[in-house]
């Protein structure tokens, strides 16, 4: 009744924004992602027949309200499914902080997906852990295959799955990830979600979203960086777009984001191929091939404004370890 | 042979992003502005038969190059209609830093029509006026009524010109204008225009265009200031989401921009009536009504990332004035 699991979180190349069904998670288009070796959440869940409820901890911190709330929503998913009727201690620990556009949810909830499912003694496949996942954080769904990964959109709660494009060994591309504050955003992703379909400009997106897809997946399988880092940070600022034109309106860039966005783009411009994109907050990811690595870290160092740099390259999916946490 | 005029710039409440026609410059849709009383540029120019070509000062600096190409180009088409043919010499005097957003080449433009054709010995009606400016400045044309001002996007040269809608005492709003830095952009906004059409946003915005501009009339009629303020905000979010997403993309805010846009979100919430817009620039226009601009200066002083403030209320148009610059 007992088992811990590790996940990578991720970084998606073409993002994913807005809903078709709320509860369900459905998304409004399929995205593509790369999981990150350097940014995992491990978490343990322990059934108990002598709990009644389930306890919470996050990073040495016992949890309430909404963050457990939706823990316990989702151990409640596995035990309908295991027909067991226990409360659980879920200890969680995450190497990066939360709540910055990290997206600790997706590694934080594949992980409790193939933990809290092995600890129910069920044995889902790779496709019905990553449906259960996307239930519980859209994106935690490509946290469970390998590598380069593609969310097929879906239109049902059985056809809306992550699949592996390429493992992870297939392309030696970077993402050094750029802590610029380490802060929580004010608005959690889910909220401003709700507001995608209210920019004037989603439908837009949406009706050019599988052509992107398309090109996106050329680029991958071409290995052409130059354009696929291209491609990568126009969807970016594409969907910060949305988010910043959408009522209500968001921002989530912090100005030291700003700062390094525009001078990745000078770095380009001074022969370096190194791209930003960035989830729906203040930290940024900077793309580039691992030749370019070091000199990426180097002048971002020199930039006086950054807290903290992770490199990471192309991670496998979520899967059980033995240390357990409790 | 010689003439002084002094010219506003105007702060767009609904923006002029896109031509239909370059050379012309008409523009892709209509739009709604306000004069600057703080903001200006005089300018004298003297035409004189002992020179051959045009000689140009701006702050003090001969220019030469583009700038003076583009004063030149907008002198012949007042040399046309005056059919005259003689050089002149041009002095222009800003009191506010050129380049950063503050649209220097509305007032700039604005100013050398009227002082142009009036030396030219050309007597023009305020449509003419307004329709001259506009082929040397796009904004230019707003800048010639008095006060609260529509620009009728318009098909053609002789329909495309700015009218006052209200006179500057019909409303008590401030623009104060935040100089974040007196660098100048790195890219013009005739070269940015160029790519407005490359948006895929761009389709959808100038669709719905004409409900934002009758709403925005609606709220100016109203003189509903929180709803004006929302839309005035919101519009200029929209046209730098278009901005980001065009091809090539550019990035107009500075980090200190961006940092004063969270803050004027952050006083909004503790209950100030201040909202943002920006041209293509990085310096900041916040608006708020009289009686609350002593906070919004206490405010912006106290943040320590303003090099400048500058209080401005609704100005009168272009005019001829006695002193002249040389």
């Known amino acids: 009744m007992k088992a811990t699991a590790i996940a990578p979180s991720n970084i998606a190349f073409i993002k994913y924004w807005g809903k078709t069904d709320e509860a369900l998670r459905l998304p409004a288009n399929g995205s593509i992602s790369m999981n990150l070796s350097e940014l995992q959440t491990t978490t343990t869940v322990k059934f108990n027949k002598d709990l009644d409820e389930d306890t919470v ?20 998913r596995i035990r309908k499914m295991a027909k067991i009727n226990l409360g659980a201690k879920i200890v969680s620990k995450n190497n990066f902080p939360m709540g910055g556009g990290l997206s600790s949810s997706a590694s934080a909830f594949a992980a409790l997906t193939l933990a809290g499912a ?119 600022l594409e969907m910060h777009a949305i988010i910043m034109t959408s009522k209500p309106s968001y921002l989530y860039w912090l100005p030291e984001t ?51 740099v992770i490199i990471n390259r192309p991670s496998v999916g979520v899967r059980l370890v033995e240390g357990h946490l409790l």
């Open 57 to 76: 901890f996050i990073d040495g911190q016992k949890t309430e309200g909404l963050k457990k709330n939706r823990v316990t929503q989702h151990l409640d």
């Open 118 to 236: 092995t600890a129910a003694g069920l044995d889902l496949t790779e496709k019905e852990l990553s449906i259960l996942a996307r239930q519980a954080s859209g994106s935690a769904c490509r946290s469970v295959p390998d590598g380069f990964v593609e969310w097929l959109g879906g239109k049902t709660n059985e056809d809306s799955y992550a699949v592996s494009l390429y493992l992870p060994d297939y392309w030696e591309i970077c993402d050094v990830v750029v802590i610029v504050n380490t802060s929580e955003k004010s608005v959690t992703t889910t909220e401003a979600q709700k507001s995608a379909l209210s920019s004037p400009f989603f439908r837009e997106r949406l009706g050019k979203i599988n052509d992107k897809i398309s090109l996106l997946k050329k680029y991958l399988g071409e290995k052409d960086f130059p354009k696929f880092g291209e491609l990568v940070e126009t969807e970016a």
């Open 258 to 308: 700003l700062r390094l966005m525009i001078l990745t783009r000078q770095w380009r411009k001074d022969g370096l191929a190194v791209y930003f994109t960035l989830n729906t907050g203040h930290d940024l990811h900077l793309l580039c091939l691992q030749k370019e690595v070091e000199k990426v870290v180097r002048l971002l160092k020199a930039t006086g404004e950054v807290k903290n």
